[in-house]
């Protein structure tokens, strides 16, 4: 079952937050965020796994709710090279079950 | 280290035909993902390979079917090519699990069925 991300698209200012939202109906190991910039293969962010800390790099950080099966990405201070689209990868149990993306979240800074 | 690579990097095929597609993952990584990604669905689950097997299948018909070589290089193939199979064809490959591990993508290839 594909994940659901919220919102789908978002417009932000330089220096302004965000927090996008990844929910799966099914129990989680482990959930990936990914950004992909137009014309461009998608960049790995982090991966946050079940029992896990909280993950962060610089002003992007993310965090995972194992009881709810969600994951929210946190952008703060948001920069225009922030700009791209935004996918969660949610897995189950390694080996046994693939990594299933969401839409994705569309996010544009302008400055 | 080199990253992952794809070839070729655009096709232009007709309803009707196949193609053959192709992957090649970083040097020490096993595991193989493909994706179908098409404006409005995001990144659709194809397959993914280990050690030249197949671990996980997504819900696409049988047209579309791969394989990994003993070198962890991967092909998928499409037969009977259809309009909605345009889209961009992405391969990852990972050091072991999909699911758990680090993704690194490929450049992907650009498919177009006229």
């Known amino acids: 079952q594909q994940p659901v991300q919220s919102p789908q698209a978002v417009i932000l200012r330089e220096g302004e937050d965000a927090v996008i939202n990844c929910s799966s109906s099914k129990a989680l190991y482990s959930v990936h965020w990914y950004r992909q910039k137009h014309g461009e293969a998608p960049v790995f962010l982090m991966i946050?796994?079940?029992?896990?800390e909280q993950k962060g790099h610089e002003k992007i950080s993310a965090s995972f709710n194992e009881k709810k099966q969600q994951s929210s990405l946190y952008l703060t201070a948001s920069q225009l090279s922030y700009s791209g689209t935004y996918f969660c990868g949610t897995g189950g149990l390694p080996g046994n079950t693939p990594l299933v993306f969401g839409k994705g979240t569309r996010l544009s800074v302008i400055a | 280290k080199a990253g992952v690579t794809q070839t070729p990097r655009y096709l232009i095929k007709t309803r009707g035909q196949q193609v053959t597609l192709s992957c090649s993952p970083i040097?020490?990584?096993?595991?193989v993902s493909w994706y179908q990604q098409t404006p409005g669905q995001g990144l659709q689950f194809l397959f993914e390979?280990?050690?030249?097997?197949?671990?996980n299948k997504g819900n696409f018909p049988g047209r579309f079917s791969g394989r990994q070589f003993s070198n962890s290089r991967s092909e998928m193939n499409v037969s009977t090519l259809e309009l909605g199979d345009s889209a961009l064809y992405l391969c990852?490959?990972?050091?072991?699990?999909?699911?758990?591990?680090?993704?690194?993508f490929g450049p992907g290839t650009r498919l177009t069925v006229l």
């Open positions: 946050l796994l079940k029992g896990g």
């Open positions: 040097s020490g990584h096993r595991s």
């Open positions: 990852a490959s990972t050091v072991g699990s999909g699911s758990t591990d680090t993704q690194y």
């Open positions: 390979y280990f050690s030249e097997t197949q671990r």
